[in-house]
T-cell receptor, first 113, second 115 residues
């Protein structure tokens, strides 16, 4: 079956611009996670959705970052006034929640010039 | 907070060599432990996991045992192949509230296996 998909695969933007990154989870998965992976580092947790609600947004670095999941399926990570330090690979993962395995998408590589 | 420490890399081995990749952790609760692998050009995928002390996770010839007394989850394989070349991440989750199983990852280590 289809796995987690993320679009775009690459995004290049200029400092100060707004970007949206999309995640399509595996059908039926209620849990959705966003992570950020900087060069040479492991992924770092950003936000967790259970259904439509953001149950844990403790990993968002500041208020320029926001994510939604209005219908409990597709999620969009939104970054306002991008900075060069936001450059990273943004990963999405979905699962059935609890101790269930998280399945990762291929990621979106964001480059802020 | 929770953290995962992996040995420094990269690691280069000859085919059929024995592999050990060290991983230790600190956690506030009782964690589940994971190894994820990222093959060149592909996304992260689960390699194996263990959910309680003394459990052994295994997959594709890889093994790791959950050692609570040493807070470790070292990855081993008896005979590596060229196709094992990838980046390996150790990770943990402590389900704090509800169903949230956010993962905490180590930095990852790059393994290169030469023919």
């Amino acid at each position: 079956g289809a796995g987690v998909s993320q679009t775009p695969s690459n995004k290049v933007t200029e400092k100060g611009k707004y970007v949206e990154l999309r995640c399509d989870p595996i059908s039926g998965h209620t849990a959705l996670y966003w992570y950020r992976q900087s060069l040479g580092q492991g992924p770092e947790f950003l936000i967790y959705f259970q259904g439509t609600g953001a149950a844990d947004d403790s990993g968002l670095p500041n208020d320029r970052f926001f994510a939604v999941r209005p219908e409990g399926s597709v999620s969009t990570l939104k970054i306002q006034r991008t900075e060069r330090g936001d450059s990273a690979v943004y990963l999405c993962a979905s699962g059935r929640g609890g101790a269930d395995t998280q399945y990762f998408g291929p990621g979106t590589r964001l480059t802020v010039l | 907070g929770d953290s995962v420490t992996q040995m420094e890399g990269p690691v280069t081995l000859s085919e059929e060599a024995f592999l050990t990749i060290n991983c230790t952790y600190t956690a506030t609760g009782y964690p589940s432990l994971f190894w994820y692998v990222q093959y060149p050009g592909e996304g992260l995928q689960l390699l194996l996991k263990a959910t309680k002390a003394d459990d052994k996770g295994s997959n594709k010839g890889f093994e790791a045992t959950y050692r609570k007394e040493t807070t470790s989850f070292h990855l081993e394989k008896g005979s590596v192949q060229v196709s094992d070349s990838a980046v390996y991440f150790c990770a943990l989750t402590t389900r704090d509230t509800g169903a949230n199983s956010k993962l905490t990852f180590g930095k990852g280590i790059t393994l290169s296996v030469r023919p």
